[in-house]
T-cell receptor
């Protein structure tokens, strides 16, 4: 069966510090991968998606970036965090249209 | 571009009462529709989905949703809610013509079941 992992589970970082969040998927190959952000009291905003290794599409302009160094690994990064980067970050994987996306447990990021 | 509207940000209801959570989407192109549930500090779990066929879809825990193409709606209903149904519910749409298979989410509805 497929499993999706995210770490760390929680993170508190000062403004201006770098960020690296990791997402890995097990039990499937060549998945589409997605990064979402959920701000407090708001819905999910799609940040990035990837249909293959090294292929990244950005949905919104921001100071975050994403990379996919391996088929089942998806990384969210920032060189300098802003207060507005605080939120709950969710990684998801999916295969074909008609199949749902499967979500990881999320990372709670607080920028102080 | 696709958009999803969940008009109610919070729905309070008493235990064993019926509930309806509303969802409307913008596009008339062929779509897949989903309802996800999120418990506090957790990821999203699929509740049910409409792909094709019968317009009424059901989940294993008593929720159902009906796809209405003419009204571009996919409202979620349950005839009798439990305390354990307290959670945030998200409606999402996937455009069949979008090869990225992205999901567009609504802003969510918090269901608060009171004893």
């Amino acid at each position: 069966s497929q499993t999706i992992h995210q770490w760390p589970a929680t993170l508190v970082q000062p403004v201006g510090s770098p960020l690296s969040l990791e997402c890995t998927v097990e039990g499937t190959s060549n998945p589409n991968l997605y990064w979402y952000r959920q701000a407090a009291g708001r819905g999910l905003q799609l940040l990035f998606y990837s249909v293959g290794i090294g292929q990244i599409s950005s949905e919104v302009p921001q100071n975050l970036s994403a990379s996919r160094p391996q088929d089942r690994q998806f990384i969210l990064s920032s060189k300098k965090l802003l207060l507005s980067d605080s939120g709950f970050y969710l990684c998801a994987w999916g295969r074909l249209a008609g199949n749902e996306q499967f979500f990881g447990p999320g990372t709670r990021l607080t920028v102080l | 571009a696709q958009s999803v509207t969940q008009l109610d940000s919070q729905v309070p209801v008493f235990e064993e009462a019926p509930v309806e959570l509303r969802c409307n989407y913008s596009s008339s192109v062929s779509v897949y529709l989903f309802w996800y549930v999120q418990y506090p500090n957790q990821g999203l779990q699929l509740l049910l989905k409409y792909l094709s066929g019968s317009t009424l879809v059901e989940s294993i825990n008593g929720f159902e949703a009906e796809f209405n193409k003419s009204q571009t709606s996919f409202h979620l209903r349950k005839p009798s809610v439990h305390i354990s149904d307290t959670a945030e519910y998200f409606c999402a749409v996937s455009d069949l013509e979008d090869s990225s298979y992205k999901l567009i989410f609504g802003s969510g509805t918090r269901l608060l079941v009171r004893p």
